[in-house]
Nanobody
Framework: QVQLMESGGGLVQAGGSLRLSCAAS????????MGWFRQAPGAEREFVAA????????YYRDSVKGRFTVSRDDAKNTVDLQMESLKPEDTAVYYC????????????????????WGQGTQVTVSS
């Protein structure tokens, strides 16, 4: 089992930056793909970004490409999401996710199962 705890959310003005961090406990993340989803009020949960267990490849939803960067530090058992040039439409609860089996290149596809989820952290971007 893996427990995931997000931090770093908050209120920021449009154009600003935030860095989310996810701390894992219970086991090493070194063999897990890691990533982030988000859910805005009244909307479906959606894929944001993911990184392979090797850290060699990262994947992003189109609307955050060039603005968000996912990274991992296996020594610290953490995964981060650096968010730049934030927009009001980025407002959502952001969830850290981990999975041992499913390749992150298809995490954006609806209906799939991912093993471990954090409780979420709120990001609010004001206009």
């Amino acid at each position: 089992q893996v427990q995931l705890m997000e931090s770093g959310g908050g209120l920021v003005q449009a154009g600003g930056s935030l860095r989310l961090s996810c701390a894992a406990s219970g086991r090493s993340i070194s063999s897990l793909a890691m990533g982030w989803f988000r859910q805005a009020p009244g909307a479906e949960r959606e894929f944001v970004a993911a990184i392979t267990w090797t850290g060699e490849n990262a994947y992003y939803r189109d609307s955050v490409k060039g603005r968000f960067t996912v990274s991992r530090d296996d020594a610290k058992n953490t995964v981060d999401l650096q968010m730049e040039s934030l927009k009001p439409e980025d407002t959502a609860v952001y969830y850290c996710v981990a999975d041992q089996w499913r390749t992150p290149s298809n995490w954006h596809l609806p209906g799939g199962y991912l093993q471990f989820w954090g409780q979420g952290t709120q990001v609010t971007v004001s206009s």
